[in-house]
Every structure is written in structure tokens, then in C-alpha cells.
């Protein structure tokens, strides 16, 4: 049975990759919660990006002649490199029976107006109603 050592690229990509597995994990994504007096939980949310790579090449040594010297396992150079960005992305709140994610991103404009539209059309309807019982209601001046 003949073993095959490891290639020196695995260890460079092996260091890299657990590098980069102890910077991130769940907790980088959905961060721990946060309970407020009133019972509201508020957990912080974050888009994580990773990116990484590795190369390396072997290169042949140079030998002084046939006077009998053993055969050199070729050399080996190579590098690895990797980065992780994050990112806040918003809040989710949970309480007074409603989830809500509010948004860091001020452009974020049109979440916002989903979220606000339900509470805009009852006001509404409110208004609507009011306007309604207003000229339904006779007037009465007193007679002077």
C-alpha cells in the first residue's frame, strides 16, 4: 500500500477554510436577540459575503550532475488569502403581536411603505367614516 502525502496546496486551503468557518458562523447572520422592558425581542440581522482563493506551483529543482545525490521531491510555492464582509441589513421585532423587519438602509423606501400602508388605509377609513357621520347629521341653528 503506498501513501500519498498531503500536497501542500490542502494545507494552505485547510488553514484558510477554518479561518474563515471561526469568523463566521449563525450568530454573524441572525444575531443574538435583545429583550426590551416592555417584552419586545429585537434581533439584528446581517448579510455575510465570504470570498476566498489559493495557487501554488511546483518547480523543478536544479540538480549539480549524476555524482550519485538522491532525487528531490520538487519545490513548492503558494499562497492563500480570504475575506469576509458584513453587513447590517435591519432589525426584526417581534412584540404587541406583530414581526416587523425595519430596514438600515434609508433606500430602502418601499419596504417602509408596506409596512406603513395597513396603518395609512385604516386611518383612512377612519377619516372616510367621520366625514360620513359629519353630513348625515342635520344642522340646527337656534332662531334669533
Do not use: W
Not at 496546496?9 to 485547510?14: C, N, P, S, V
Not at 519545490?75 to 469576509?84: E, P
Not at 438600515?104 to 408596506?114: G, H, W
Amino acid at each position: 500500500m503506498r501513501i500519498v502525502a498531503e500536497h501542500p496546496i490542502e494545507g494552505l486551503m485547510k488553514t484558510a477554510m477554518e479561518s474563515i468557518k471561526e469568523m463566521v458562523d449563525v450568530n454573524t447572520v441572525v444575531g443574538d436577540p435583545v429583550e426590551t422592558p416592555d417584552g419586545t425581542v429585537i434581533i439584528p440581522i446581517s448579510r455575510v459575503a465570504c470570498g476566498f482563493g489559493a495557487g501554488g506551483g511546483e518547480f523543478e529543482s536544479q540538480g549539480q550532475g549524476d555524482g550519485g545525490q538522491e532525487e528531490q521531491a520538487p519545490f513548492f510555492g503558494g499562497g492563500s488569502g480570504g475575506g469576509v464582509s458584513v453587513q447590517p441589513v435591519g432589525f426584526l421585532v417581534v412584540g404587541q403581536g406583530q414581526i416587523r423587519l425595519l430596514p438600515v438602509d434609508s433606500n430602502v423606501i418601499y419596504d417602509r411603505l408596506l409596512d406603513v400602508a395597513p396603518q395609512l388605509l385604516a386611518q383612512l377609513q377612519s377619516m372616510c367614516r367621520r366625514e360620513r357621520h359629519n353630513t348625515e347629521t342635520p344642522v340646527t341653528t337656534p332662531d334669533h
